[in-house]
């Protein structure tokens, strides 16, 4: 077997022991105890684990990981029947990974149903007269009514597929009208970027950019930018515009040039690095499924091809050596070192269930060219 073998049978077998151990509830991060924390489908994170248990279920021979798959879209039905949580964004994450995944895979009428609701409960979150998804909380909210996170590029997957699939202008204009909008204001000319930036929710002008979960306002997320890499590929895909693919190159670019010797990133690009300086090996996860898109998209034939394959391989390499729970029967998680937040002091050297949902698409990426749930397949098997 290679590395990337090993490293999907080591995934699978901790994923069979977490189906026992959690039965119907969802993981979010482990709190310093190598235990994940569980909650009913209430956290913004749910739909990872459903998005593990697909994957699982096209790679393996082994019905149960499908059977728990389908019962996790089960409860994202009951979610949305009693609209459980759903005051942000992350409804494109939690549906994507979920319901869209069962109709890209098995052409489920119910799973497109319920995405498509999905999709329009994201959509109660355009504000027109500023062109963006608010992410978080009410409208008007006076801290968040007109503000974007970089994260939100993973969100609005969720309306291009919306508009593929009914034709519905509503959807596409608003994805695109967001996605330009954090193309010109969240990333800078450099290709770092802001992890979030305020407009005002009167006149629609652009205020500040800031952070949340950065080391400061002018700094560099690694997250963050790791959401960017991977969203503009996306906006790229489902837009076909090379603009959007040339953003989420330089966002790569940058990312790949700051990387430390392992080749996994630190929390913030501008955090001092002393010997406690946190990594987020989440970013380096979602950064190489990023990675690996734009490649595919870019082609073999584009110089900057070659840098953002070495990269995605050298530090896919490195979580699985270095970071990869491989060898330890007791684990829940895949691996480890990733942080939530270091700035609020929340799970800041923990597993994260998108770190773990992240490293395993990229590992389906390399070895069987498995891309995810984030668009349509050209050749659907269903
Ligand atoms: N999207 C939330 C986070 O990355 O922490």
Known sequence: MN?????????????????????????????????????????????????????????????????????????????????????HHDIGFLYSLSSKAQWILEGEEEARKLTLEAADMLMKRWRKKIGIIQAWGREGD???????????????????????????EAYRAAAEAHARKSQRFLVRGDGSSYHTFYFDQETGDAVRGGTHQGYADGSTWTRGQAWGIYGFALAARYLNDPSMLDTATSLALHFAERLPEDQVAYWDFEAPVTFETKRDSSASAIAACGMLEIVSQLGDHDPRSRKLAETARSSMESLVQNYSTHGDPSAEGLIRHGSYSVRGGDSPDDYTIWGDYYYLEALMRLERGIPGYWYERANPKR
């Open 3 to 87: 590395l990337w073998q090993t490293a999907i049978e080591d995934a699978l077998a901790v994923t069979r022991r977490n189906i026992e151990r959690f039965g119907d509830r969802f993981p979010h991060v482990s709190a310093g105890n190598e235990r994940y924390t569980l909650n009913d489908n209430t956290e913004w994170t749910a739909g990872f684990w459903s998005g593990i248990l697909w994957l699982c279920s096209e790679y393996a021979d082994d019905p149960s990981f499908r059977i728990h798959a389908v019962r996790t879209v089960q409860n994202f039905r009951s979610r949305m029947d009693r609209k459980i949580v759903f005051d």
């Open 142 to 168: 006076v801290q968040n009514g007109g503000r974007i996170i970089i994260d939100c590029m993973l969100n609005i997957p969720l309306l291009f597929w919306a508009y593929e699939q009914t034709g519905e």
